[in-house]
């Protein structure tokens, strides 16, 4: 299954859950799309698909200017993983297609 189209991405943050929308392609061989939340929306970088394996990150700037690194597991409609905050650490992720 292809990990493009639209999902809801919500991260486990100590800030509480955080929700955003992923929306991606596959183009060229490379994931590319925009991610928005609360900070707006923005384009994703480094976005690669290797078999059932998604990476991908944005920057961000509120609460705090920072880059988000995203690696999920893509497993039909759900793609969950972890997500690296800077130097605020590591938090879970879950993702539905929607």
């Known amino acids: 299954m292809s990990v493009d ?7 486990n943050s100590p ?15 490379a994931l590319v799309g ?4 609360q900070g707006g929306s923005n384009a994703i970088a480094n976005g ?10 944005t920057s961000i700037t509120t609460p705090f200017p920072m880059t988000l690194e995203f690696s999920g597991v893509l497993a039909g409609d759900a793609l ?17 297609r929607g």
């Open 15 to 29: 800030m509480g859950k955080q929700d955003s929308k992923l929306e991606v392609r596959i183009d060229g061989g």
């Open 80 to 96: 969950n993983g972890k997500v690296k905050a800077g130097s605020f650490g590591e938090f879970e992720f879950t993702g539905s």
């Open 5 to 11: 189209g639209t999902w809801k991405i919500t991260v």
């Open 48 to 57: 690669k698909v290797d078999g059932d394996k998604v990476t991908w990150s």
């Open 34 to 37: 925009t991610q928005s939340g």
